[in-house]
């Protein structure tokens, strides 16, 4: 099982629980066998309602599931939270702006320092 595949372990749960794609599309009532064929080789991301399916389902959570993609979008997000902290550092913000800007940047910091907080 490769930690870095998005459809690898949807496709490992299903197959140790037994299931066919068409009894799992029953199951899930929301996609077609086509959908999760497409899910477990990665070639289509599940919505969000398949996802929570599919954690119902197998008793996992959908990070574990979709190592994969769960890891693509906490890069994504941490780079893009990064670059608005830098923003926020860099801002001359006066008077009433300030005092968001500064709640925002102890959220950043509290984030990254959780047992401090």
């Known amino acids: 099982m490769k930690k870095n ?3 690898t372990y949807l496709r490992f749960l299903r197959r140790r629980s037994g ?4 009894q799992l599309a029953r199951i899930l009532g929301s996609v077609t066998a086509n959908q999760i064929s497409r899910h477990e080789r990665s070639t289509a991301p ?14 996992q959570p959908a990070s574990d599931i979709f190592p994969g993609l769960y890891h693509a979008v906490e890069i994504a997000i941490e780079e893009t939270i990064g670059e608005l902290e830098r923003e926020l550092s860099d801002s001359a ?3 009433r702006a300030a005092a968001p800007i ?12 959780p047992e401090s907080a």
């Open 19 to 22: 299931l066919s794609q068409r």
């Open 93 to 95: 913000a006066k008077g």
């Open 5 to 7: 595949s998005v459809g």
């Open 46 to 59: 599940p919505n969000l309602l398949t996802v929570f399916g599919y954690q119902v389902v197998f008793q």
């Open 102 to 113: 500064a709640r925002q940047l102890e959220w950043f910091w509290e984030r990254k320092n």
